[in-house]
């Protein structure tokens, strides 16, 4: 068995293990419909009384051209947050009504694999090299982040962390090449100046958390290059001046102190209190909701780094390169725990950082691995064990979620149907969204939850809140309104 299994796996083409998991991303993004922010921002952003995701905000204008996305966003700028490349990118395709994000949403994440591959094995080689290497980096994406919906196939959460991950992964990919050879640019073309002006500016402009590691993984390098040829070469020069210019852009936009400014007095419910900022209770709300279950969830990441500390080939470079892409990834939580407010899926990018270094320890332990499991029968029956098990889990964990999501589809579909009907009433009351048999109790943050139906993926009871009212709006109704007030306290909400 353990012989057929190992010439089923050599003779397995990498491209169908990608192919397997990008229809699987496919799938789950195309049966997302537009839903929470989404409506939100597909409107012009209006400055006056917290934009367009407060309750009880009035009449706002659909977007309607290119320049309504760029007017959009001058004033978000300034009166909401920095993000603004997720930003145009979001409203671009809530204006398309979601046309093609689908399909553009899945080709980010196929050019992300490739990159969190090529970053932990230091080089641009073809995943047939290593193809235990690359199916762990599907593995870490697809199994550790912990708020996989949220960060990676929503509209709105994909652009905010699935894309940001992207460009700051390819940013970074030059300079971990320089620093695991030397060699690579030495002689760089003329065009790589300009370009990684521009990708510093972007990977800077991403999410701050995020941009915040990229630019410290950028400075070691930079430290270690100038350190070992007494210079930096133009185009890394290039590059840390973009990405400098990119996270000041995103962490000094005037709108980020004025929604700070504006939450603290309106003070929504799910918000803490001026008075509750940096106290005891802020970072045991921020431990216990964040940072703990994020690492837990990420924590199996880990063990081939243990390994490798352990009994690893533990070179300077590469243990440097491992400490650095681990420290980016608990960094990223670290910072967060500083935040007014700790989301789950704010650790998308700590995952992410996580897994690059998971992979490089894992290409580096594989030899160790394999002389275990031709050494001994009862490590080779513990690999095959685990094996299944996962792959058990794996299948249970996929099919589970397709049947979550396309329940969820049919679900809106029956409810656009229905309103469709009802569209010329005072008042429409809908079904609140479900999940068939509590699935989520048993599947966890693997699909959509009651709680991402509470906090963003259905209506609200109350026509005036925030998604019931600019749903209403994008499709011209007078009121419209789910049939039950949910229990926010039960979710961990208001």
Known sequence: MVQKMSFFWNKLPWQVILAVFAIVFLCRSSLMPMTGDDYAYAFIWDPEHGGNLMDDIGPRQ????IEDIFLSQWTHYFTWGGRTFSMLIIQFFAWQEKTGFAI?????????????YWLAMGKII????AKECFLWGLLG????VLDYITGMVWLTGACVYLWTGLWECAFLLPYALTYRCRDYWRQAPGWSVPIMFLGGIIAGWSQEGGSLVTLTIMGVVLVVCYRQE???????LAGALGAVIGCLLLMLAPGSIMRVEFMLQYQPEYVLTANQLFTFDMFYRNFTGGFLPIILWESFLLLPLII?????????ELKTYIMLFTAAGVGILCLMMFAPEFKVHTGFHSTMFLTVASGAA???IIPYLKEKFHGSSLWRNLYVGLGLLALVYGMISIVGALYIESSYAKQWQSRMEYVEKHRTDEEIEVTALYIPYNLDEWLGPRSLTRYHLIYGADLEYKPTDNRSNIFAQYYGLKSIRIDKEEDWEK????
């Open 308 to 316: 490798y500390f352990v009994k690893g080939n533990k070179s300077h």
């Open 141 to 144: 994406i697809n199994f550790g």
């Open 362 to 364: 894992l290409r580096e």
């Open 230 to 236: 007494g210079r930096i070469r133009p185009w890394m």
């Open 491 to 494: 979710v961990g909400g208001r």
């Open 62 to 65: 659909r977007l309607e051209s």
């Open 104 to 116: 553009a949403n899945t080709i980010v994440y196929v050019l992300l694999m490739l990159l969190i």
């Open 126 to 129: 073809s995943p047939a090299k």
